[in-house]
């Protein structure tokens, strides 16, 4: 099996198409994934089983380092080292392979309806609730950051407008100017 730089980076989003994680965490892996790969030469054809992560972190630090807040270079350079671990363990056995925060089909269907209604932070079902004056609202679970997963509840039909005038109250909350 190959294990080509343009395969590392394609993998995350076929693993959330094919049901193997949640799209938005194949999404926190697949952001940093692409980013720091690409300060490679020829990062295409790169042999990622044979990569010096070490010396590719370094090599976009070097580069990208003052685009990005400590913290956030951080958390950059710990996916990008899980999502290489990840995928080399899938390269190693594929029939096997399973992300260890995907919950199997048998265990979903187990639970219980009081446990799928719980409010929990880890949770990332799509529940749709009725809201005032027999409005439907989705739950829409948000990875803001490392470790951070905000909820975002809102109505099933949205309009352009009411986001445009969500953008604008969230770009209030801003406590930094980056």
Known sequence: ???TGKQFVE???WASKKGLMNENTAYAFSSPVRKIISVHENWENLDVAKLDVDDL?????NIHGKEFKPNSLSAYFRRFRQAHSLYLQYIENPTAWKFKGQQSSTRKQKQTKANRDQDTEDTFEMPIMQ???STQMVDYPFPLRENCIVRLKLPTDLKANEIERLATFMRTLVTDSN
């Open 1 to 3: 099996m190959e294990t």
């Open 11 to 13: 993998f995350w989003n």
């Open 57 to 61: 972190l370094k090599r976009f630090q």
């Open 131 to 133: 809201g005032s004056n």
